[in-house]
């Protein structure tokens, strides 16, 4: 089972010469359970996992596999019961909430399937928001902003209110937000989801596009297509890794583990 | 680069933000904290108004002021019998006013009663009064028009006289007869002034009758030596007069051979006591008035908490997006903060300027109009009161934000981004 992992992960390093292979996220024996009053609800069951730096990772499974969940300990916006996480070579054990607070402003990016825009403020300001909690200068921060919407093809919709915006130039406006503090990975949890396919193909397009300068993407998704414009497939059942899988542009590799 | 949340414009942009959002529901809540900062500073400033209406009754004399007279000794002292009446002279006088310090100003009066006054036809009989200068103040009395007597007046023994307001309407009518002459049984005095009480009491009748004299004058010109019926002295700042009491009586007791433990002899009295009972009375009110304004201000803080609460869980998307992107406990912390403090200092700011004004043009127009009522005078709001009312507005407003502040800080942004 290991030779084969270190086929693929060779493999990787193959497809994406470019980028250094180091582990950007490192999952041991994750495990996570929701306790209520009566019951408690494992999700995960012990998951693990190593994501290189500039991979383009899919995470897919049904409903109650507990994709979600691990993208929320992922992106720390949410803790674990036990198992070791680290990030970027930094072990993310027992965070203060102002400790997680910082990796999240420093290293990770967010999409949602929602969006979630601020509803009153307009796209520059959306987009500028993170760099506030890095107290950057508000001018500083509306330049850096108009620079991130243009990247995304918005910059004339900069002074637009986000009800004013299509879903998917709401979905650029949201990662032109993720991306405003150039971090190390993007997590995005159904980006698609809410959105047709050729908007999809274009937000898409655009996760390439961000993945192609280096920066880790991981996103949920429950769509075949959407996965297999991702450059591997981890298949989530019950808690449980039950597939990890590498796509090539023209010839698919499988592995299952 | 680092600064305060308070100095960025975007924490303001997000509380006006807010407000825009709901303006019925921040004005309405507004409301309640000013209403209740409006009441309290309203009823500290009636309660103020209240409490100068009843020392104003006391007069000026009233905290300070001493009156002396002698009364028939109790007690057989160094071979004088009991039942013998002192008599205090103008000796006497300048023997307190040199010998116990304390003595702020000190003035003798001799009362003449029932004497002939006389002015061209009109013939009436009153009260005359030997005075020194300081008097007027002694007793809180006023100057209606002229003057009253004065030093010179009383070195040179000028036959000089202000008459009380009624008397001089009797015999002048609407003249204010300064430069006239009065004549008291048939001695010409001219008249330099007229005086009365500065508010018109059963009390005060005698005071609008009098005509006063220099009690030299009156020495030289109606006979009766030294004598004096009684003095009046004030105690200096921060003296109290109870104390000058004491001394006065002991040294007078001495004076005039009368045993120390005589309760007669020297009787003298002052309203301190009384004042104090009073201030006790008004200091209560005031504890009671405080009461009753924090109360109708808690629950307009309750208000603010209440909605602040209402806030947080509309909001608990946009706290849990804040979250993801970087906000730390503390920035959320001080975002709710700083909201509920600007709706309680704003609000409360204007309910104090606007009270402050009611109470301040109130008075204005009381003043303006002449309007005197019996208990009431001067409303007023202390500046100390301001002051304390603005601290409490800022600490409230910190209080009804902490709770929605800390609930908003444990928002799991999990949870707030599902929350569809």
Known sequence: MKAKIGVSWSLLHLINRNHPIDKMISLKKIRKAYRTDFTTLEVLKGIDLEIASGEFVSIMGSSGSGKSTLLNVLGLLDDFDSGAYHLNGESMKNLSAKEGAHFRNRLIGFGFQSFNLLSFKTADENVALPLYYQRVDRNERQKKAREYLERVGLLDWADHLPTQLSGGQQQRVAIARALITQPKIILADEPTGALDSKTSDEVMGLFQDVNDEGITVVLVTHENDIAERTKRTILLKDGLIEGDQMHMSTAKLSINV | ?420
């Open chain 2, 1 to 420: 680069m680092n600064r305060l949340p308070l100095f960025d414009r975007d924490t303001w942009q997000e509380i006006f933000g807010t407000i825009r959002k709901h303006k019925l529901r921040t004005g309405l809540t507004a409301l309640g904290v000013f209403w209740g900062i409006f009441m309290l500073i309203f009823v500290l400033g009636m309660g103020e108004g209240l409490k100068n209406g009843v020392f104003r009754n006391f007069g000026d004399r009233a905290m300070n002021v001493l009156y002396v007279w002698p009364t028939a000794t109790t007690v057989p002292f160094e071979g004088f019998r009991p039942g013998r009446y002192p008599r205090f002279t103008l000796d006497d006088v300048d023997f307190v006013h040199n010998n116990i310090s304390d003595i702020e100003s000190i003035s003798p009066r001799r009362t003449l009663s029932e004497r002939n006054v006389v002015v061209g036809d009109n013939t009436e009989s009153t009260e005359i009064r030997g005075e020194y200068e300081d008097m007027i103040r002694l007793e809180a009395l006023k100057v209606y028009e002229g003057r009253y007597i004065n030093e010179r007046d009383v070195a040179d023994k000028r036959k000089v006289a202000v008459i009380g307001e009624r008397t001089r309407e009797l015999l002048f009518g609407d003249d204010t007869g300064i430069g006239q002459y009065v004549r008291i049984d048939g001695m010409p005095f001219q008249v330099v002034g007229s005086f009365g009480p500065v508010k018109i009491e059963s009390w005060t009748e005698d005071d609008m009758e009098a005509i006063v004299i220099p009690l030299t004058t009156m020495q030289q010109v109606f006979g009766g030596g030294q004598r004096i019926d009684y003095f009046v002295c004030s105690a200096a700042p921060d003296v109290r007069v109870s104390l000058l009491e004491n001394k006065v009586v002991k040294a007078l007791k001495e004076r005039h051979n009368i045993a120390p433990d005589d309760p007669r002899g020297v009787a003298s009295d002052n309203l301190e006591e009384e004042f104090g009972s009073i201030q006790n009375l008004f200091g209560g009110i005031t504890a009671f008035l405080w009461f009753v304004g924090i109360g109708t201000l808690m629950a307009g803080i309750v208000g603010v908490g209440n909605i602040m609460l209402i806030v947080v869980k509309e909001r608990t998307r946009e706290i849990g997006l804040r979250k993801a992107m970087g906000a730390t406990p503390v920035s959320i912390i001080s975002m709710i903060l700083i909201e509920s403090i600007f709706i309680t200092s704003i609000s409360g700011y204007l309910g104090l300027l606007c009270s402050t004004l009611l109470v301040g043009g109130l008075d204005a127009i009381m003043v303006a109009q002449g309007t005197n009522f019996e208990n009431f005078h001067h409303p007023e709001v202390d500046l100390s009161v301001g002051i304390g009312a603005l601290v409490l507005l800022v600490v409230a407003g910190a209080v009804a934000g902490l709770i929605p502040a800390l609930q908003a800080s444990r928002v799991n942004p999990v949870h707030a981004l599902k929350d569809e």
